[in-house]
T-cell receptor
Framework: SQTIHQWPATLVQPVGSPLSLECTVEGTSNPNLYWYRQAAGRGLQLLFYSVGIGQISSEVPQNLSASRPQDRQFILSSKKLLLSDSGFYLC??????????FGSGTRLTVV | TQLLEQSPQFLSIQEGENLTVYCNSSSVFSSLQWYRQEPGEGPVLLVTVVTGGEVKKLKRLTFQFGDARKDSSLHITAAQPGDTGLYLCAGQYGNKLVFGAGTILRVKS
């Protein structure tokens, strides 16, 4: 069966520090991978998605970047965090279209 | 830009009552998905509707996709405290899944 792993679960980082969140998927090949950010109790904002290794589409211009170095690995990064980067970050995968499976999320607090 | 408007934003009801959550857009989606999310966890898929006019039932939950594939509704019959959570609709547009703002449902016993 397919599983998705996302870590860390919580993170407190100072303003100006770098960020690296990792997401890996098991049990499937060539999945579509996604990074979302969620404000408290509200909808999800799509940040990046990838349909293959090295292929990244950015939805919102911002202080973040994404990379897909391997088929089942998706990384969200920042060189210098801002206070506004705080939020709940979710990774998801989909077999090209239907039924997304989400990771358990990373709660990022920038202080 | 594809936008999904979800209503109401917040719903507080007594156990046993019925409720409906609406999801509307001016865009046509290839599919419409409903998710439920608990605090501190990722959303969990409830259902995917694909065909215009489609109706799906999941126990006490009934999901409907509009004929034009631009809107959807979620109806819960005889709500229970365990139904409490954030309900999210999401529309598939190409390779992207676009989310509504969510409905926070609280069912009081």
């Amino acid at each position: 069966s397919q599983t998705i792993h996302q870590w860390p679960a919580t993170l407190v980082q100072p303003v100006g520090s770098p960020l690296s969140l990792e997401c890996t998927v098991e049990g499937t090949s060539n999945p579509n991978l996604y990074w979302y950010r969620q404000a408290a109790g509200r909808g999800l904002q799509l940040l990046f998605y990838s349909v293959g290794i090295g292929q990244i589409s950015s939805e919102v211009p911002q202080n973040l970047s994404a990379s897909r170095p391997q088929d089942r690995q998706f990384i969200l990064s920042s060189k210098k965090l801002l206070l506004s980067d705080s939020g709940f970050y979710l990774c998801a995968w989909s077999p090209a279209g239907h039924g997304y499976t989400f990771g358990s999320g990373t709660r990022l607090t920038v202080v | 830009t594809q936008l999904l408007e979800q209503s109401p934003q917040f719903l507080s009801i007594q156990e046993g009552e019925n409720l409906t959550v609406y999801c509307n857009s001016s865009s046509v989606f290839s599919s419409l998905q409903w998710y439920r999310q608990e605090p501190g966890e990722g959303p969990v898929l409830l259902v995917t509707v694909v065909t215009g006019g489609e109706v799906k039932k999941l126990k006490r939950l009934t999901f409907q996709f509009g004929d034009a594939r631009k809107d959807s509704s979620l109806h819960i019959t005889a709500a229970q405290p365990g139904d409490t959570g954030l309900y999210l609709c999401a529309g598939q547009y190409g390779n992207k899944l676009v989310f509504g703002a969510g409905t926070i449902l609280r069912v009081k016993s």
